[in-house]
């Protein structure tokens, strides 16, 4: 659980993925809405838990964007083998996600994440919220998280 700690108040690195048509997409400069909140998650095709997370998300995601203002980002660590099975996984799974592909996992070695599902809440840039590994249930523990990701500049309370 130390990487729960070490990232806190991380600024997201600045890197350039595609999505599946093939666009470039600035992490820092495409999600950069002030206060609005990204959930990153980083899966997998052959990761079973990587797409049970993402279902279970996607069927919350409405709900959650009634509450919140939140995006959600599936980032895809799939390499050249498995990168082909990325497009029909996700129609398929009709995800209604903005999907990135990592294939070269340069956002993914610069954030020093080993092992997926790995998922982060960004505001503002900074990361405030990482989430390690899922098992059913953890996306209730996700949006009191993201619920409760406070501004980074708020004045401390005495």
Known sequence: ??????????????????????KSISIIN????????YVFSFWATWCTPCV???DELNELQSDWKKELNVEFIA????????????????KGKEWAFNILLDSNQDLKRALSI??????????????VHVQNGYTPGSENEL?????NAQPVNKPDRK
């Open 75 to 90: 980032i895809s660590i799939d390499d050249s083998r498995t990168q082909k099975r990325v497009k029909p996984l996700v």
């Open 114 to 127: 080993v092992n997926v599902p790995y998922t982060l809440v960004v505001k503002n840039g900074i990361i």
């Open 52 to 54: 049970n997370e993402l």
């Open 1 to 22: 659980l130390s990487c729960f700690c070490s990232f806190a108040q991380k600024k997201l690195p600045n890197v350039t993925l595609n999505n599946l048509d093939g």
């Open 143 to 147: 949006l009191e998280k993201t619920e």
């Open 30 to 37: 495409d999600f950069a809405e002030k206060d609005k909140l």
